[in-house]
């Protein structure tokens, strides 16, 4: 069908290093399943400071950017692409505020509500756009002719 409102969508999620290291990502994977997305890639990997630049670069001027950068290398962090109907937007709004401390107050049942601990050290990831998640996910996993997917720098 060319239904785009039926259609599955992919968005990349991340698990950032405080998520991992803080044991949510069992809660945040269930909660993922929960809401009916189906987790179709998953990578657990360190990143290096080049990748998160690269990953981040529309806020490389940014005055937090450093202090960014060094957060999101600081341990591993699990890369995963949802797949359901309306996926980008659902998870964006599954996860909340960027600000974990306004979302426990607006948006208590989300995911950074749950699980962050300040601005920064916000707990998860979500793509912002069809562009982004089109860009974010060839960015971390690339498919193969036969349609296998291959991960790279994998732990
Ligand atoms: P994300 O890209 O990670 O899903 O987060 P977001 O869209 O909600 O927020 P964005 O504006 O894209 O910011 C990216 C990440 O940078 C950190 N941040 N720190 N100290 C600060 O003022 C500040 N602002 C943002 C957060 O880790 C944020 O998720
Ligand atoms: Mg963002």
Same mark, same amino acid.
């Given at each position: ?15 950032k ?7 949510h ?35 490389? /001027?940014?005055?937090?950017?450093? $202090?960014?950068?060094?957060?999101? *290398? @600081? ?7 949802? =797949? ?19 979302a ?27 562009? /982004?998640?089109?860009?974010?996910? $060839?960015?971390?996993?690339?498919? *193969? @002719?036969?349609g ?5 720098? =994998?732990?």
């Amino acid at each position: 069908s060319a239904d785009s409102s039926t259609e599955t969508e992919r968005t990349l999620a991340i698990i950032k290093p405080d998520g991992v290291s803080g044991n949510h990502t069992n809660s945040v994977k269930e909660t993922i399943l929960n809401h009916g997305f189906k987790i179709t890639e998953e990578s657990f990997i360190q990143l290096d400071e080049d990748r998160v630049k690269s990953f981040y670069a529309e806020h490389s /001027s940014r005055s937090f950017f450093p $202090s960014l950068v060094e957060y999101m *290398t @600081s341990g591993p962090v699990l890369i995963m692409v949802l =797949e359901k109907r309306n996926a980008i937007s659902d998870w964006r709004a599954l996860i909340g505020p960027t600000d974990p401390l306004k979302a426990k107050v607006t948006h208590p049942h989300s995911v950074r509500a749950i699980c962050g601990l300040n601005l920064q050290n916000n707990c998860v990831h979500g793509s912002d756009s069809p562009q /982004s998640a089109a860009q974010e996910i $060839s960015f971390f996993f690339k498919r *193969t @002719s036969s349609g296998h997917a291959s991960k790279h720098d =994998e732990l």
